[in-house]
């Protein structure tokens, strides 16, 4: 099953360039990476590869105003491919942990909205491939958890770190600590899922939020990720600065001429973006 579009909105080429995931640009500006490594889209350094330079392709493509990363009815992702651990070292540990963390990162930097579309199961580095999306939707029938403890090991693709920015380090550590796989109405009750869908409906949500996004201040809204996610990690002064800075370059933009003009003529919420 190829990745899945709305209908009505039609589809621009499908991409045929990678073996481990698909990818797609729809006419929305929605670009879908799509995990397609049977049976569970297990993170192994081929799909890694793969995943870093569809990444990589994106971040440079101004086209792309909205990213969903997404799996299979049966797994978003169930985590990396074991077999990679061994010689069980710590000379191992280092070579895993320097092949999935830039990957991760470079999603995480992506100048565009991401949004992880989580189905089946998303379990250790794949729940950690979900976080480093902004936004995450699950079905309710999702297992989301950080395993890596029942093999005697901590998560090492950024689950200890990104996890309890986002949840808080008492239920991230729940998780860590335990291992224990929980129900995506739980994840959503904690904040870890943003939004819940109906089975089989994770994917078309996940592509109407993401075009939703498409068609907002492209500039503006790749200004407000950079301050939000850089003042996370610093002191309140210097996000403070950051974002007067930020705001300021917004004004520079087409987009800032014409919401203003158009707030001013037709009132709020009816300016049609230009994405410049």
Not at 64 to 69: F, G, S, T, Y
Not at 107 to 134: M, V
């Amino acid at each position: 099953m190829g990745p899945q579009s709305r209908a009505g909105k039609g589809t621009m080429e499908r991409e045929v360039v990678y073996k481990s995931i698909e990818t797609e640009i729809l006419a929305d500006a929605v670009k879908i990476i799509r995990l397609a490594h049977p049976p569970v889209n297990a993170l192994n350094l081929e799909l890694l590869e793969e995943l870093h330079a569809a990444t990589q392709d994106i971040a440079k493509d101004q086209s792309v105003r909205a990213v969903v990363l997404m799996g299979t009815e049966k797994a978003f992702c169930a985590g990396a491919d074991i077999s990679q651990f061994k010689p069980v070292n710590s000379t191992t540990g280092k070579e895993v942990a320097n092949r999935i963390r830039p990957v991760f990162d470079a999603l995480a930097a992506l100048p565009q909205p991401t949004i992880a579309a989580i189905t089946g199961y998303a379990l250790g580095g794949g729940l950690e491939l979900a976080l480093a999306c902004d936004f995450r939707v699950a079905e309710a029938s999702a297992m989301l958890g950080l395993a890596e403890i029942q093999l005697g090991i901590i998560p090492g693709g950024g689950g200890t770190q990104r996890l309890p920015r986002l949840i808080g380090s008492s239920r991230a550590k729940d998780l860590i600590f335990s291992g224990r796989r929980i129900k995506a109405e739980e994840a959503l009750a904690w904040g870890l899922v943003d939004r819940l869908s109906e089975r089989g409906s994770a994917h078309d949500d996940a592509l109407e939020w993401a075009a939703q996004l498409a068609t907002g201040p492209t500039l503006a809204i790749t200004a407000a990720k950079r301050a939000i996610d850089t003042g996370l990690d610093g002191r309140l002064e210097d996000g403070l600065s950051l974002e007067g800075e930020a705001f300021a370059g917004t004004l520079d933009t087409q987009d800032a001429a014409l919401g203003v003009d158009s707030f001013l003529n037709q009132g709020p919420g009816k300016a049609q973006f230009l994405g410049r």
